[in-house]
Structures are given as C-alpha cells and as structure tokens.
C-alpha cells in the first residue's frame, strides 16, 4: 500500500507566502512523477505544479513566477512553495505520486490541504 501525505495548508494573506509538503511513503522502487493540482469550488480540478525525478518542471501558467516546486527523492517528499499569493489561489491543493511497482507506474492521491488567502 501506498500513503500520500499533504501538510503545510493554512490562512494566508494576500501577498504572502506558503509552503507545502507532500510526502509519500509505502511499497515501490521509484516515484517517476509527483504534483500538485488544486481544485477550488465549483472548479475542476486543475494541475499546479508537476516534476519528475529528473528534475524538469511544468507549472501552470496561473502560478508562473510565484509557485516554485521542489522534490528531495531520498526523502519521496515534493514541496511547493508559495509565493506573492492571491485570493484566487484560494483551494485545497492535492499532492499526487505516481509509484512504480514492477514496469508499471501507479497514481495515488494525498487527502489534501485547504490554502485560503484572505485578509
């Protein structure tokens, strides 16, 4: 089994900053990928940030220049670091790891973690 764990959620304000961490724990030999996406409601939900263990990135372009995303893959954790937030940031943010058992990748899902940004 494979457990995703999202921390890191909270009350900010408008123009500050948040870090999220995602950690992923279990029985796999790799994480090729891990992300976050966010839904807010009403909304679908909608890819933040992805990266994969080789290190390229794709953010989406709502989040370009203020989100930065960050893996530590002795530790299986992806971070995201929130910068110069707005209100319409304002979701629960889930982290994803896509495991590999064998020659097949598998996606699990964190619970999630609410984000407002208010004053």
């Known amino acids: 089994q494979v457990q995703v764990v999202e921390s890191g959620g909270g009350l900010v304000q408008p123009g500050g900053s948040l870090r999220l961490s995602c950690a992923a724990s279990?029985?796999?030999?790799?994480?090729?990928?891990m992300g976050w996406y966010r839904q807010a409601p009403g909304n679908q939900r909608e890819l933040v940030a992805v990266?994969?263990?080789?290190?390229?990135?794709n953010y989406a372009d709502t989040v370009k220049g203020r989100f930065t995303i960050s893996r530590d893959n002795a530790k299986n954790t992806v971070y995201l670091q929130m910068n110069s937030v707005r209100p319409e940031d304002t979701a629960v943010y889930y982290c994803?790891?896509?495991?590999?058992?064998?020659?097949?990748?598998?996606?699990?899902w964190g619970q999630g973690t609410q984000v407002t940004v208010s004053l």
């Open positions: 279990g029985s796999f030999s790799s994480i090729p990928v």
């Open positions: 994803h790891a896509d495991v590999r058992r064998g020659s097949l990748d598998y996606r699990y």
């Open positions: 990266m994969p263990s080789g290190g390229s990135t």
